[in-house]
């Protein structure tokens, strides 16, 4: 029965949180429109005094309206630079040297308060066999204020742009979202601590321990997803890949090409001739020593053995007695 009163009175308190988030947030939307009114009432109040006073004071409903103009920029200016946009950039660069260039990049990300995060070389074959290009991928972080100007400077540092992509994402819904979710998880959680203090029996408090296990969980996602959302915001990428330039290779017609290609054609086919035989005559020689020389070896000795033996029974064996004539 305690247990039920407990989970009773735990279930009345999430409902007050609840309904004490929505007052909250109905106060927030009033309050906007009652500065608003209030700010009509003062225009009313002012335009009013200078009827009623003719050209007396005629400087203070204007610098009355001035001052609510420059109130509602500075609230303007001041909810702009408080929102979280995460901002990233893909750039394709054709330079000369690619790792000149790449030393170049990490000079501009660390002049502007960044770092490089990674770094990749990568080499790749043109069309010419004998020569090899070399592409260099970056992923850098810097500072949100300077993602512009350090954009600007690594496009400057080539004259051919391959690609420029700019993303923008606005997360400041889901921040004040998670920021207000994560004070009503605290709220319940000191909620939760009290019972914590007035409960008597082992089963209660196990029961509410877990509760507190929950919702402390939730509570570190809810700020875990925060923390994810202040460094990307706060930090802008920008990928930067940098590409050799690609050589054109042009290829004359005619009757003089052919003869040319025909002519490279027979060297490469002697070419592989001659090297085929290199490589059997290499490959022979130890299997010819290791094989074919100890059997030659063996089968000589063998037959050597056999024609020795031959002789002997034919030197035993005794020549027939002649029979004398008649």
Not at 133 to 157: E, H, W, Y
Not at 248 to 266: H, L
């Amino acid at each position: 029965m305690r247990t039920l009163k407990l989970l009773s009175v735990t279930m009345a308190l999430v409902g007050l949180t609840a309904c004490y988030g929505t007052r909250s947030s109905e106060q927030r939307a009033v309050a906007p429109a009652s500065n608003s009114a209030a700010g009509k009432d003062t225009d009313s109040v002012a335009t009013n005094a200078l009827e009623k006073q003719g050209s007396a004071k005629p400087n203070f409903a204007l610098n009355q309206r001035v001052s609510l103009q420059q109130a509602d920029q500075t609230q303007t200016m001041t909810e702009a630079m408080n929102r979280k946009i995460i901002q990233d950039a893909e750039v394709a660069l054709e330079v000369d040297s690619p790792l000149e260039t790449q030393r170049s990049v990490t000079s501009i990300a660390e002049s502007h308060g960044g770092f490089v995060v990674t770094s990749e070389a990568k080499q790749r074959q043109s069309e010419d066999p004998s020569q090899r290009l070399m592409d260099v991928t970056l992923m850098i972080r810097v500072p949100s204020s300077q993602f512009g100007p350090t954009r600007d400077a690594i496009l400057g540092l080539s004259k051919r742009v391959l690609d420029n992509k700019n993303t923008g994402q606005d997360v400041t819904e889901e921040f004040i979202d998670l920021e207000a979710r994560a004070k009503t998880q605290k709220a319940l959680e000191a909620q939760f601590l009290e019972i914590m203090k007035q409960a008597h029996k082992v089963e209660d408090a196990l029961e509410v321990q877990r509760q507190i296990a929950d919702v402390r969980t939730e509570i570190e996602k809810l700020e875990g997803r925060k923390r994810f959302l202040e460094n990307r915001s706060s930090l802008s990428t920008i990928t930067v890949n940098l590409k050799s330039p690609t050589t054109i290779v042009v290829t004359p017609t005619g009757f003089g090409r052919d003869v040319k290609e025909a002519m490279k054609e027979s060297v490469e086919i002697a070419r592989s001739i001659v090297l085929f035989l290199i490589r059997f005559v290499i490959v022979m020689v130890p299997i010819f020593l290791f094989v074919f020389l100890p059997l030659a070896l063996l089968a000589r000795y063998l037959m050597r053995r056999a024609r020795r033996q031959r002789t002997v029974i034919g030197a035993n064996v005794e020549p027939p007695t002649p029979v004398p004539a008649a």
